[in-house]
């Protein structure tokens, strides 16, 4: 099956079921709504700024080789990190082989969500998740501190410094240098600026396509920033 062992296949596929809940989710409204201002209020809080600001701190030496190799400033990949899962305090509770063989059974996307399966069971060939019937994300499949789909970790896992085996769910630095990862991978341009109608907006977008999501992010970010 498309290069992958049968030990990984079996090891992935065993217990998953159609989870009705997910099929639920994939039918239901957009949730980020249509209303940017009262989204950022919620999202963008004063305690969410202040705890992004004491995440600045607390991983400065991390965040400062990230953005040595990537270019991706700290405070856009602290509002990522908060506004997916609240600073890694909420990463999904999702059986995730579930989820995605839902989706890939049964949803708008399908292709879409198969081609994603089989890269999550690539995660079980390389070792990279040795026990898939505990792993757990968000109900589309994303995974990790900063939900990135299997495809994605895949691709642009890493470490601060580039050594090592990432872990993005149980490691903030690899998770925020996998995310600056993704970035760069997508066109960010170091010394650039975030906001809407700058140059790294679009970068922002490739993460999350819904325009009220990155606006929020780049308005987070600014926070952080001092700006």
Request: hydrophobic share 45%; net charge neutral; aromatic share 10%.
């Amino acid at each position: 099956m498309n290069g992958l062992s049968r030990r990984a296949v079996d090891a992935a596929l065993d217990g998953v079921s159609y989870d009705p809940t997910v099929k639920r989710h994939d039918g239901g409204a957009a949730m980020f709504g249509h209303n940017f201002a009262s989204f950022a209020a919620a999202h963008v809080s004063p305690g969410m700024v202040a705890r992004g600001r004491a995440e600045l701190k607390r991983y400065a030496a991390p965040l400062a080789q990230i953005e040595q190799r990537f270019g991706v400033p700290g405070p856009v990949l602290v509002a990522i990190w908060g506004q997916e899962t609240g600073f890694g305090g909420d990463i999904g509770s999702y059986p995730t082989y579930s989820a995605l063989a839902t989706l890939a059974y049964d949803c708008r996307r399908a292709q879409r969500f198969r081609a994603e399966l089989i890269d999550a069971i690539a995660l079980v060939d390389r070792g990279i998740v040795p026990q898939p019937h505990a792993l757990r994300g968000a109900w589309a499949g994303e995974v990790g501190q900063t939900q990135l789909m299997p495809s994605a970790y895949l691709m642009y896992a890493t470490t601060p410094d580039g050594s090592g085996t990432p872990d993005l769910i149980h490691n903030s630095a690899d998770a925020l240098a996998s995310t600056a990862a993704f970035l760069k991978g997508h066109g960010w341009q170091p010394g650039a600026g975030w906001s809407e109608g700058e140059p790294n907006f679009a970068a922002i977008l490739q993460w999350n396509s819904a325009e009220i999501y990155a606006r929020t992010v780049a308005l987070f970010a600014d926070r952080l920033a001092g700006k």
